[in-house]
């Protein structure tokens, strides 16, 4: 296409002018197929989750499959031919860089964009057996939904040849076994988001995000991620758990709970009924319940990605 970045309304202009049927949902940000079905999951169909990937030659894939699909990442790779250990989830930033959208921003219409141009596209085959499917068209707070035969529809307009795969398929890959989905590998990326600085012990560490020389090391590293201890020594900072999102948000309610409770005085109380505690504790858990799911699912992709840099530039090291 000739524009370098679409908007969702720009995008959904284009769906119109093709000549695409669509029907289009209005809700809050989500960040996960759970919190969108509650939006659209009544409305039949299939929800699809997108994973956005890299290997280790930096080039790009989005993953687009039903939200049951069980995709794993070590097969798939056996079979695109990379090894067991070729695909991870690409970094957080590559997001703006290379899709040009944020985070639960992920589908196939985030290649429209000329940044995406080079980004391999996996779709499941699943989809073909769904009425019609859900996707956010470049922002997470629409869902639109259409048939496999308008997808495709528009993907040709961009000039990209749907791929439908059995995502859960696991083949034997070996010397008289070549991998089946090796064609699908892009040729190469222009596009190298990973920081480029490199370390004299470790000359080929460059692709992981956030490695760096000593030296160089304050500038590579988050100063939340990190603090300098003694000469080159970091001391990881202490984070809280946001493992559990629904045992955050009720921590926070019950002290939320607890606060108001302890600021109703005697005369409140008088004026307005001993029930007054319970009925303002219950109003609060029931208007904010929602809010602080959504605050905590984003901290926890937050903390998701920090822990993957740190997982990355600590593989690294050790390879050393």
Do not use: W
Request: proline share 5%.
């Amino acid at each position: 296409m000739a524009k370098e970045v679409y908007t969702r309304e720009e995008l959904l202009a284009l769906l119109q002018d093709l000549q695409i049927d669509f029907a289009k949902y209005e809700h809050p940000a989500v960040l996960t197929v759970e919190a969108q079905a509650k939006y659209v999951g009544n409305l039949g169909g299939g929800i699809s989750k997108n994973l956005f990937l890299k290997d280790k030659k930096n080039r790009y894939y989005v993953v687009s499959a039903l939200a049951q699909t069980k995709v794993d990442l070590k097969v798939l790779s056996a079979r695109l031919g990379l090894g067991k250990g070729g695909l991870r989830m690409a970094p957080e930033e590559a997001l703006g860089e290379k899709l040009k959208v944020s985070l639960g921003c992920v589908t196939p219409f985030a290649l429209i964009n000329k940044t995406a141009r080079d980004v391999a596209l996996l779709l499941d085959q699943g989809f073909k057996s769904q009425e019609f499917c859900f996707f956010h068209p470049l922002s997470n707070e629409t869902s639109i939904s259409l048939n496999t035969t308008n997808l495709d529809k528009f993907l040709k307009s961009i000039g990209r040849d749907p791929s439908y795969i059995d995502l859960e398929a696991n083949p034997s890959v070996g010397k008289d076994q070549p991998p089946d989905l090796a064609g699908l590998v892009p040729s190469g990326s222009a596009f190298v988001p990973d920081t480029p600085e490199k370390t004299s012990s470790c000359p080929g560490s460059n692709e992981n995000q956030g490695v760096a020389d000593k030296k160089s090391k304050a500038a590579a590293v988050k100063p939340s991620s990190a603090v300098k201890a003694g000469k080159d020594k970091a001391v990881p900072k202490a984070r809280p758990s946001y493992a559990n999102v629904e045992k955050f948000v009720e921590e926070i309610l019950d002290k939320t709970s607890a606060i108001v409770l302890s600021e109703l005085t005697e005369e409140t109380v008088k004026k307005h009924g001993e029930q007054l505690g319970d009925v303002v504790s219950n109003s609060i858990k029931k208007h904010l319940s929602s809010e602080l799911n959504n605050l905590s699912m984003i901290f926890k992709n937050n903390a998701y990605t920090e822990g993957f840099h740190a997982g990355s530039s600590h593989k690294v090291k050790h390879a050393c």
